[in-house]
């Protein structure tokens, strides 16, 4: 069986390794090089927890964590960095809920007094508590997309085609065509492309995606407080309304921090400049909320971007008419966690084994039908100046 996987991001890779490990013949286009330096996924670090409102959630991030230790031994580099993650829910934010709580492994409540006298780091906002998780940490980002780019580079019926751009997909003959007149056939398409599945779908369901620009901010700690730094655990949620989070420096890669305010939805990508206000805009979030924080620590000020539902802001996953063609249209602001779930379901699809054993997240379990061709189209270019 031959797949074509149209994408070298997180999803892409890993869906195409699952293939190859089942046996499948498989070739992976990319527009940049493999892995790209401008995909969504291609950051130093991302962070996995299991705390989340819903319990098929926190089962599913549960079930990744397990995942990603067997992609950690696969790819024979450490990877994931189990450092914990803690969740500080500040003044009159709801409890987790005691059937989610009793979910996590190894998880236990801190008050904000615990909080305090274990992160003396932080400065949490007064009234707050916190749920520390032992389960779950750091992804190496990068280092995942490169391990597993090597992995696959050197396994028998794979083909890395790095600088290749699809232009259309006609589902119904497996066909994907590239920009250099190049016409790939396979008995299973996947196009997991990341913001730019809205070059490919159509107006219609363009318009049911937002597209997110997030500005971080990347750190070096001071030599004096290194050590503590290393020990802290990845902070998804620091309390406050701003919605600030942090990413610890591990495996030398920067401390990392931002909020839900920094992230604002555009009509299009543009380059990758903060924005100085945005950026100010945290420097004073975080001098309040750090101990010691001086806007020296910035190594550099970074915008990125992701696609999600209009209304969900999760992932989207199409069937393309009723083919063995799928496209995961977008990816939401926490696909990567969760990609080794994603991928094995894409990679039963295609190897028309079916999702055999559910996700739990719905838009992957529930994929929505979306029609059988894709064709690249001008009226909805990605790129140009951000507004
Ligand atoms: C600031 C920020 C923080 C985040 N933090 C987290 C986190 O802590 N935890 C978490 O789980 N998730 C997080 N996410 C989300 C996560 O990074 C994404 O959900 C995930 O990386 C998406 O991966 P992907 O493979 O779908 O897309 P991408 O990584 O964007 O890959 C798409 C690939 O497709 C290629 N491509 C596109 N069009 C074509 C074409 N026409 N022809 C050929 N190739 C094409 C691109 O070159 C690219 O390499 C964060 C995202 C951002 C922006």
Redesign the pocket.
């Known amino acids: 069986m031959r797949i074509i996987v ?7 890779l890993l869906t195409a390794l699952e293939c190859s490990l089942a046996g499948a013949d498989v070739s992976v ?4 090089g493999i ?2 330096p ?6 130093r670090h ?3 927890r299991a705390l989340h409102p819903g319990p098929a959630e926190a089962a599913a991030a549960i079930e990744a964590h397990h995942r990603w230790a067997e992609v950690e031994s696969r790819l024979g580099t450490p990877v994931y960095h189990r450092v914990g993650a803690l969740t500080v829910l500040g003044p009159g934010e709801p409890e987790t809920s005691a059937a989610t709580f009793a979910e996590l492994p190894g998880a236990r409540r801190l008050t904000e007094r615990e909080a305090a006298e274990r992160y003396p780091q932080l400065r949490l906002p007064r009234g707050s508590r916190a749920v520390l998780e032992r389960d779950g940490g750091v992804l190496l ?1 990068d280092r995942i997309l490169a391990g597993t780019a090597a992995v696959l580079a050197g396994r028998p019926g794979v083909r890395l085609l790095p600088r ?4 259309g997909v006609e589902a119904p003959f497996g066909l994907v065509r590239l920009a250099d007149g190049t016409v790939l056939r396979g008995d299973a398409v996947v196009v ?5 599945s809205r ?2 779908l159509g107006p219609d369901l363009t318009d049911g995606l937002t597209l ?1 620009r ?1 500005t ?1 901010l990347m750190c070096t700690v001071p030599a004096a407080s290194r050590e503590v730094w290393r020990r802290t655990p990845a902070i ?1 949620s620091l309390g406050t309304a701003e919605g600030a989070w942090l ?1 610890p420096p591990v495996a030398g890669a920067p401390l990392k921090l ?1 909020a839900a305010v920094a992230c604002r939805p555009v009509e299009r990508t543009g380059d990758r400049v903060a924005p100085r206000e945005v950026r100010t805009r945290l420097v004073l979030h975080f001098t309040a909320l750090l101990q010691g924080f001086r806007a020296e620590w910035i190594e550099r000020a970074e915008d ?3 696609l999600a539902d209009r209304d969900t802001h999760g992932p989207v996953l199409g069937q393309l008419g009723d083919h063995n063609a799928w496209i ?1 249209a977008a ?9 080794p779930l994603i991928a094995r379901s894409l990679a039963h699809r295609a190897l028309g084994t079916g999702p055999r054993v559910p996700t739990g997240l719905r838009a992957v379990d529930h994929p929505v039908r979306m029609p059988g061709e894709l064709a ?1 189209s001008p009226h909805h270019s990605t790129t140009g100046v951000a507004p």
């Open positions: 149209v994408g070298g991001g997180v999803i892409g286009v990319d527009r940049g892995p790209n401008e995909a969504t996924s291609f950051d991302r962070v996995l980002a290749h751009r699809v232009t997991a492309a990341g913001l730019w070059e490919l997110y997030q971080q998804p990413v931002s990125s971007y992701y995961y990816c939401g602001g926490s696909s990567f966690k969760f990609a690249l």
